[in-house]
Nanobody, 131 residues
Framework: QLQLVESGGGLVEPGGSLRLSCTTSGSTSDYHVISWFRQAPGSEREGVSS????????LYSESVKGRFVITRDNNKGTVYLQMISLKPEDTGVYYC????????????????????????WGQGTQVTVSS
């Protein structure tokens, strides 16, 4: 089992920036993909960014491409989500999640951002973009 803890959320004005952190502990070597999801009130959980922990390749949803960057620090066991040019529609609870499934398997089945493919989740961190 993997433990994930998110941090770094907060209130920011439109156009502002935030960096979220997802700190992991446990059987990290068993997991091949870590992703960030978000959920706004009344909406389904959506995937925004993923990183292949085996080789560092990344994937972004169209809604955040060019504004969000996912990175990892293996020494610290932490995955980051740098968010710039934030918009009110980026508001929501942001979760990081992990899966033992290989990135290529998810990618070629179109399931990288499918929440039900992920077995381990953090508790979430609130991001609010508002003036």
């Amino acid at each position: 089992q993997l433990q994930l803890v998110e941090s770094g959320g907060g209130l920011v004005e439109p156009g502002g920036s935030l960096r979220l952190s997802c700190t992991t502990s446990g059987s990290t070597s068993d997991y091949h993909v870590i992703s960030w999801f978000r959920q706004a009130p009344g909406s389904e959980r959506e995937g925004v960014s993923s990183i292949n922990t085996d080789n560092g390749s990344t994937l972004y949803s169209e809604s955040v491409k060019g504004r969000f960057v996912i990175t990892r620090d293996n020494n610290k066991g932490t995955v980051y989500l740098q968010m710039i040019s934030l918009k009110p529609e980026d508001t929501g609870v942001y979760y990081c999640a992990a899966t033992r499934t290989h990135f290529q398997t998810l990618y070629f089945s179109g399931a990288v951002f499918a929440p039900n493919e992920y077995t381990d989740w953090g508790q979430g961190t609130q991001v609010t973009v508002s003036s």
